[in-house]
């Protein structure tokens, strides 16, 4: 009976050991819940202040598309007058290399311009039309 009792008092203490591991473990994985859930909800917030960001720079980038398209536009109506036209065709003139470095020189300025104030969108399209802006 003695040594009954002795495996009992030794099955109870083992039992509350492994019972005491399973509640650390389980307070452990609540804790990794948690952390992953403030986790999860800051790179929610990233991402979506992200996709804010990106709305807003590619706003800036089809504003200064459309500023191009209207600059090119004006510069040819003012190139491209009647009498150019009618004297590029009688006499052959490289004109599209002027208009193009032309282009180039106000697209520079104005990316140096706008670095000046610090704007992503001009590095962005100074990059894309090949421009070295200083910021």
Known sequence: ???LKSAWQTGQ?????????IR????????????????TRFL????????????????????????SSNQGTRLLEQRLTFWVTV????RPYNWQRDFQADMEAKLASWCSLKSRTRCNCSRLIC?????????
């Open 127 to 135: 990059a894309v039309f090949g421009r070295n802006c200083k910021t």
């Open 24 to 39: 650390e473990a389980f307070r452990t994985i609540k804790r990794d819940e948690e952390r992953l859930d403030r986790i």
């Open 1 to 3: 009976m003695l040594k």
């Open 87 to 90: 004297k590029m065709i009688w």
């Open 13 to 21: 203490i083992v039992l509350g050991e492994i019972a005491s591991e």
């Open 44 to 67: 929610q917030s990233r991402q979506d202040q992200t996709f804010r960001q990106v709305h807003g720079f590619l706003r800036g980038i089809d504003h200064a598309c459309r500023e």
